[in-house]
């Protein structure tokens, strides 16, 4: 049951071992996510780059590599330095937040950023055509059909993260463990 607005949802005194667990989590889920999007990307470009694109599942599910240089949906494509820039603000954001993390759901939610974050900027700065200007490797269409954009694992991360995140502020769960309850200080 939920203590006072504000109060810590574990019960534990001491929040040290929350905390390490919480960030031990959060290392793991953002480890998951940016191996699985590394090896993905190695075996398509090995394997499918320069070859027709590849039907999973008719109507919904296609293999297309292309080469990124702007962010979702390729907007701001001369805009790759900027994205760079970008993306370790939001590393070193997850990673400055993570040392108030206490929250089990914030925890996967900061992983998934931190993975899919890290996997395309891995792309940014290593890929052609030169060092921090990268082009990230996109191969999942999704329900081609709608034109909907190409994208990778890590742009699911990213979304799926986002997605989080949003419903974790919205129902008051705090980064610390903490839940805001929405009654004021004043009763």
């Known amino acids: 049951m939920q203590a006072a607005g504000g109060a810590p949802l574990s019960g534990e005194p001491d929040a040290q071992p929350v905390r390490a667990r919480r960030i031990a989590l959060l290392v793991a889920v953002a480890a998951v996510v940016y191996v699985l999007d590394v090896v993905s990307k190695l075996l398509v470009v090995e394997f499918l780059e320069h070859k027709a694109p590849v039907t999973v599942i008719p109507g919904a599910l296609v293999l297309n590599v292309i080469r990124n240089p702007g962010a979702a949906f390729s907007i701001g494509t001369g805009m790759t330095i900027v994205f760079t820039v970008i993306a370790v603000g939001v590393v070193v954001a997850i990673l400055r937040t993570a040392r108030q993390l206490r929250s089990l759901p914030w925890a996967i939610t900061l992983g998934l950023l931190l993975g899919g974050a890290v996997g395309n900027l891995t792309d940014r700065i290593f890929r052609s055509p030169a060092p921090f200007q990268g082009h990230v490797v996109d191969f999942l269409q999704a329900f081609p059909v709608t034109g909907f954009p190409v994208f990778n694992l890590a ?33």
Do not use: P, Y
């Open 155 to 187: 742009d699911s991360a990213i979304v799926c993260g986002g997605i989080l995140a949003v419903l974790l502020a919205w129902r008051g769960f705090q980064i610390d463990g903490t839940r805001q309850t929405g009654e004021s200080a004043d009763g």
